[in-house]
């Protein structure tokens, strides 16, 4: 097991503890509500989805998560600003979960951070996200900085080094300016490219966590999901728990992932409960504490917690 020696930021977003020691916090899980392709759209152009589907997802979510342990966030996906402002003021008006956004490009990523701003929703808001390829970083920084936005994800990639000390290379780039809005949380995002790639993420969270201390993540579900379109019938019916392990596996080193459609849900919220709950009794067996309560080894094995502690 791999401990840090440099002290761990864990950071509180919408009263979501992330970051720390392997095996101290459950990884924070965020899904995808509203991308490219979801079956609640009815149409996009219109601002049109399916309201009671979308909450009964939202609200299985809640339920996984309070059975599991593992906290949960949503992303939502849109291209304006205006789409953006549709999808927060529904989910803000059926849950008191903290919510993010997923927004490729800067200006309406803004715009959408300065209506939720004026909402008052900062305290559970996470701005997903800073990227290298951004136009003006400097400026967003100081916009969202003025919005009073406390929670931000950087997208740590560096395209001449795609290996894992790209990462942490990039992050140095990055940082100086990012932490110009003095931001509670930055969390890293460290790009993955493709599922064998995933490994790449995994060593580079551990080179970020070793220098910065930062809470690290990232998105293997960019890979599995790339394996399930390019795969035959055969592939796909291993999809499910093909995309469950490598969800599982990520969790043993990232303090949040990005594991994609809300529909994987109900696979991924126990995959990764039980391979927290492993991480959690290796890391007590190497001397760390045992988790708090409410950690999915203490939901899911009171006995094994219990004769732990004797």
Request: aromatic share 8%.
């Amino acid at each position: 097991m791999y401990r840090y020696s440099l002290e761990q930021k864990v950071c509180n977003i919408g009263g979501v503890k992330v970051g720390g020691q392997p095996g101290e916090n459950a990884p924070l899980l965020i899904s995808s509500m509203f991308q490219k392709g979801d079956t609640l759209i009815e149409s996009r152009k219109d601002r049109k989805f399916n309201k009671k589907e979308a909450e009964e997802r939202i609200h299985e979510m809640e339920r996984l998560s309070q059975e599991t342990g593992v906290p949960g966030m949503v992303a939502m996906v849109a291209n304006k600003a205006d789409e953006m402002k549709v999808y927060v003021d529904f989910f803000t008006s059926v849950t008191d979960m903290p919510f993010a956004i997923d927004m490729w490009v800067q200006k309406p990523r803004v715009e959408a951070a300065r209506y939720i701003a004026e909402l008052g929703l900062q305290d559970r808001f996470l701005y997903n996200s800073i990227t290298p390829w951004d136009e003006d970083i400097e400026a967003q920084v100081a916009e969202i900085k003025e919005l009073g936005i406390k929670h931000i994800v950087v997208q740590a990639f560096d395209v001449e080094d795609m290996g894992p000390r790209g990462r942490p290379k990039s992050l140095h780039k990055l940082l100086p300016v990012v932490e110009k809005g003095n931001f509670e949380s930055i969390l890293v995002d460290t790009a993955v490219m493709g599922l064998p790639l995933t490994a790449f993420s995994l060593i580079g969270n551990r080179l970020v966590k070793e220098e910065f201390g930062l809470p690290v993540g990232c998105a293997p579900s960019n890979g599995t999901y790339m394996y399930l379109k390019a795969a035959e019938e055969k592939g796909k019916r291993h999809f499910p728990s093909m995309d469950a392990a490598i969800e599982a596996i990520t969790a043993m080193g990232s303090d949040f992932i990005f594991y994609g459609p809300m529909t994987g849900s109900s696979r991924v919220f126990p995959a990764v409960a039980a391979a927290i709950s492993l991480l959690a009794t290796w890391a007590y067996d190497e001397g760390a504490a045992l988790p708090s309560e409410g950690h999915p080894l203490n939901l899911l094995f009171p006995d094994v917690v219990e004769q732990l502690s004797k």
